[in-house]
């Protein structure tokens, strides 16, 4: 019975490895200890007299015993005690010479759910990868903690859009369920920890697709971009390469290179993730570049397409791998490193992509170039395509009239004649006047070849006489017509 339990633990780890949950945890609190939460950025001391705003609504988590001279505490909020914590008031005796001074907690109100920097990803080889900004913030398949023994208060949005999440953990208490989680946050603590018009949902299912799954903020990426950039005024900073790119869910132009993936579904991943990490991005000529890799939807301009009543032409989404790379190079450098790294894997997609089910490869670089790859190596122009397309359905008619003419000679299919109308031919039909045909006796006699025949020159005497309308003439030469004697 020793090591029965191996191929049990390597299913399940095969298993999870598919179903594999994201976790992104919520960086800020409004805990009392914190000194972020103070305008003196420090903790209130036994001489400071604490300021609450009584306009606002706040949950503060107390971790420790605190000694306080005063407090102006909020008309709606309350205080979370962990075990031997609480306050006490100082009257000054034990030190008559020091003078209260007021410390002013801040706004729990400034903390977005947008905001891509309160969020933390636990990612592996974080040194060598990194996400996209909407894909920082919880997705739809993700599992959200709030850590415990932390306090909190979230602005879900004033857009009035549902968040869908697969799971979510407050105070130690993981939801799953979305009416366990729409009865918290019914109650006084969850009015107090979210705020705003926005609302949670637990809809969604984890991600159990091989390939990936879709993020789904690209509807709030302008309430994302501009939570990132509130503190630059809503600018980004300029790119120093020469020709920089705008990735699908980035906020900011990058420098370095972008490359979508078509894909077929014996693609994964996970897999292909790995891939690139072990066989590109450890070279020592890799080194300080960065990957991101997600499955994105991206528009495609229509050939050929009119122009709508905006003048705008019209699109088509299709879904692909987006491979993102960029560098730590500055100023000239700036991206070349990742260029270089992204030629070698379109290089790779060309020899190796079949494989691991990735069909062709479509690739941007900040230097202004840009290249493809697929299952051959060579770019496939649109041109390309449709003369194989021509090729092909010339070479479908030709094999099938073939086959008709065999069946037809051999004796098992009978092929109608077609009457095939020619340039002489009357195109309405001719009015039926009998047999109007009738023979020459010049050109059916045997002596044709006598008269026609090269000989004396003779004389022919027509006398002056009035034919029989009955009857040929004596003469060998002459011949009934029988349409002039119709006429007679």
Known sequence: MEGWHSPIILLCLLFCEVSVAVYKQWIPNTNFEDAANWDRNRTPSETDIVMFDSNKMVSVFVGSTHVLMGAHLPLDGEFILAPGAGFTAFDGVSDPSSDSDHIHFLNADRFSWYNPTLWHTDLKNSDRLFSMDTELIPCRQDDVIFPPETSFRVDLGAGGRTISLHSISILDQTFSVDKELATYLASSTGKLQFHGAGSLRLSSAPCEDPSGCECGNDEVEAWICASLLQTSGGRCPKPAC????????????????????????????????????????????????????????????????????????????????????????????????AVRVAQAILTDVAEQGAAYGVLQGDAEYSDGGSSTAGLTGESLSSGMVTSLAIAIVLGLMVVLLGGLLLLHWTGWVRLWPLSVPTLWQRSEPALDQGNLGFDNPIFDSPGLASVLAPGPREEVVVEDAAPSPKGPPSSGSYFINPLFEADI
């Open 242 to 337: 020469q020709v920089a790119l705008k990735p699908v869910g980035q906020c900011c132009e990058i420098c370095g290179a972008m490359i979508f993936l078509n894909y077929t579904q014996a693609f994964d991943l996970h897999q292909y993730k790995q891939r690139l990490l072990h066989n590109f991005l450890d070279r020592p000529q890799a080194l300080g570049v960065r990957m991101a890799i997600s499955k994105v939807h991206k528009e495609h301009r229509l050939r050929g397409s009119a122009h709508t009543a905006r003048g705008k032409r019209q699109t088509e989404t299709t879904t692909h791998i987006q491979v993102v790379l960029t560098d730590d190079g500055s100023g000239p450098e700036a991206g070349r490193a």
